[in-house]
């Protein structure tokens, strides 16, 4: 077997992560499971479908060991934006951008998307924090695209969001776009409603999300370390109900 050096596996390496850096990853499973009952969790996007991209130009230097403020100055704005395009392309399987985002957000029955509410989960434990880049992108596609009303987009972290509004002032958002901070948080005894516990029971979580004031959850998560784990996603989403 010919041996290859540690130098020219990464220059294959590097050459094959230009070739695919700039489109979207679609990573689906070849054991579809068709003899099993499957959820449909969303009607326009297969369930076991998921994108990603990688593309070094999201960034204009690396500086790992820094701020936010200062992590959040080396990002490209436009070609992030352009790539979260692909990514909701890709996942609805859409050539339109704007037809991708109309079939990835579906309005509430009987709501106009005007009056449509939308909360956003952060994670703004530790230094890092969701990019600006990021979070004004989803901001701007609800309130250009869909035609969300900016006073009704609720940006928060129930766990550790006490101080987001002055320590991840989030640039580019929609004027109106309401940074909560906790939103009350998710260690209040909270009402919920009928088939838990048939509508008598009550737990910690954001109230918010379950007295049925919000239409839409977004969550943004980081991908990054956590005490010895790595951050996940369903995790985060976890910390919004923690009890529940």
Known sequence: MNEISRRQFMKKTMVMGAAIATFPTVITSKNRAKNIAKLVVHPNVDNLRV???????????????SSWKIQDKLVVTDVVWENIDKLACGLAEKRNPTEAWRSIFIKP??????????AIKTNNIAQQHTRSAVMSKICHTLTHTLGVSPFNIHIYDACHGGNMREKTAFGGLPKGCRVENRWGGSSTLTSIPAPWKNGKGKSKCLKHLVDGSVDILINIAMCKGHSSRFWRIHYDHEKSFWDF
């Open 51 to 65: 994108v990603g991209i990688t593309d070094t130009a999201m960034t204009k230097a690396y500086d790992p060991v």
């Open 109 to 118: 029955l009987r709501k106009s998307w005007s009056n449509t509410v939308v």
